[in-house]
């Protein structure tokens, strides 16, 4: 079975600084899907970013962009000119092909972001 | 906005008790899924379903079960609650391009 390891519990960022989650897996697939959540203190879980195995561009969306090492299985998420806003967990996931869509789920990051 | 909401939103029960909860969506969605959040685990997958009346089991599915009678409504149901059951509990859709989930807005459940 997969599985996702985020390293980082908590992490701290100052207004309009950068900062990047850490996310590796483990699997044996060579495609697979991967996605980046954002859950804020609502509760509410909101897709940030999302990359296919297959593609070697980095995504991007917006603020948000994605460090994605195949060989290295490491799948990070940086966050530009950060916001008060985003303050919450950051959830990575991962995606086999054909699985019905199932997601295996990080522990999570919490970020704080200070002014 | 997947269009999907879950019912009820809060909810405190008693050990041994039955509860379901209920999962809706709006945007004809063929799979569907149940997720725990528990702190320090994530999200682990309870049970899904790929269609009406077929289901299967997630991660996590001891002293759970489901139903789906109706392509828009995703049941899930404690027969006798634990307190190891109190958790936040996720419906989700998937509907993107490469799979990815919507989730409902969570329900909390506290079993004494």
Redesign the interface.
Known sequence: AQT?TQSQPEMSVQEAETVTLSCTYDTSESDY?L?WYKQPPS???I?VI?Q?AYKQQNATENRFSVNFQKAAKSFSLKISDSQLGDAAMY?CAY?S?GT????T????TRLQVTL | DAGITQSPRHKVTETGTPVTLRCHQTENHRYMYWYRQDPGHGLRLIHYSYGVKDTDKGEVSDGYSVSRSKTEDFLLTLESATSSQTSVYFCAISGGPLGEQYFGPGTRLTVT
Do not use: D, I
Request: aromatic content about 20%; glycine content about 10%; proline content about 5%.
């Open positions: 996702v899907y996605f509760r509410q879980m897709l999302r296919e959830f995606r092909p019905a869509s199932k997601l789920f990080g522990t999570g």
